[in-house]
């Protein structure tokens, strides 16, 4: 450091005995006195006036030292040390100080031997004071650094909590667990189906939405999608009216995934209207194989446009190239902004989400990768944990974990994007309800841009964070 108090026993600036040395200077407020890295060449004492001593790294992060008034003095060290200035120094206010040059210093210094052993004294408490300051800002690096399990927990558990208390007094609430309760229905074997269907006495109904029903379905087999039952029953039962025999032959569902919601959701639904011989086929991933099956070439669903979010999602695909540009990858400023725009971008997502669960959990058991007791629980939890975590991230709160978790988040739905894209399937991303992008390869890229971002901030956030070491802000005194 470039400055200390008065000397112990020289009488502050009059002891040092300046009466022929050095020149009197005025200094106004805001005059930069020194620079950090320049050559030493002038001793300076304050008669009056404050002056404010500091460090700045290159990105112009600023640490306050010290501040200096009358009878004090600074620039000693490196004029003893002969290396550049260590430390600024700037006037807070209009001053006069007394200006020596290296000469006169170094001949004050041997005619004051005093002087000389106190400058000697102060050095060596600097250097203790400097090994606690490092071992007390690395401790709280390291603090910062940790991310505890409670910090998932935090999250986590007050997104549930959430989630269970508003779902009790939501007009639109779900089952915590789809089914359970109802009784169950009855299953047909593969070998049984094909024995039914020699004998003609098998009606195939498939359950799933329009899109795949068109893209691949059994031969002669009827569309009935859960989600438009109430309005596409009518018809379907005038059909089965107009075919000879219908009542006697078995009415067999199919369509379901791991999550069997849709074929068993139809088979209840069917039951319930009266009809008899319903049941679902026991092996619902094998039908496009045991079956003779009509295809048509893969359509891309439908989009429709997100509005502001789905314009803030191509923000994270420019990220790729700002992290090529190794300042602006290390930088604080980077974090806040990727902090404000995913906080952004999953508070609105999970706003559209939140009221209406029932059809979020329809677009979870599209992608076709939740078994049947999470789909539910996952549709109620998600959206809040995305309002928790992006109002962590804004807030700067725990800001480490919670990109953590929005991370996580984006890698899953990546999977569910790519598993989504490979094997063809007619939907839409679902962020927003029933409103989405097509699942794309673009859409995995905004994501990846994302996870780019979390990682950016778990590597770099350091400027607004309230996390394990405190709150931190990026200029900071020390």
Known sequence: ?????????????????LQHLGQEVSVPAGTRIVSQGEAPEFFYVIQSGRVRVFRETEDRIRTDLTELGPGTYFGEVALVTGQ????????????KLVKVSKQEFDSLLDQNPQLARHIIQQMASWLVAGDTRLETQVVHQVKLRQVSWFDYLLMMGLSVILALVFNLYNDNKIALIHGWGQTGVPEISLD????????????????????????????????LPVILFDLMYPMFNFTLEQTPGAKSKTVIVYGGTISRRMDVDLARMLVSKGLSHV??????????TAFPVEKRKPKAAAGMPL??????EWIPVSIFVLILIPPIRRSPYLSVFCRLLLGA???????????RPAVFALNVVDYGMMPSFGVNLWALALPWAELVVGLFLILGIRTRAAATLIAAMNITFIVGLVNAIL???????????????????LKVMKNTGMVVMCIQIFLYD?????DRGGFILRDRKI
């Not at 024995?195 to 009827?222: C, N, P, T, W, Y």
């Not at 509005?307 to 803030?312: E, I, S």
């Open 1 to 17: 450091m470039e400055a200390t108090q008065k000397p112990e026993g020289t009488g502050g600036a009059a002891g040092l005995n």
């Open 84 to 95: 550049p200035r260590t430390a600024s120094v700037e006037a807070l206010e209009d001053a």
């Open 192 to 223: 049984q189906a094909k024995q039914e269907l020699q004998k003609q006495q098998a009606i195939f109904v498939d359950a799933r939405k329009s899109a795949f029903f068109d893209q691949e379905h059994i031969k002669g087999a009827m569309n």
């Open 279 to 288: 049941v679902v086929l026991q092996n619902y991933r094998a039908w496009d």
């Open 307 to 312: 509005g502001l979010p789905g314009l803030l």
């Open 345 to 355: 971008i999953f508070i609105s997502f999970a706003l559209s989400k939140i009221l």
């Open 423 to 441: 094997h063809q399937m007619p939907i839409n991303c679902g962020c927003v309800g029933e409103v989405g992008e097509p699942v794309n390869w």
């Open 462 to 466: 350091r400027f607004l964070v309230l």
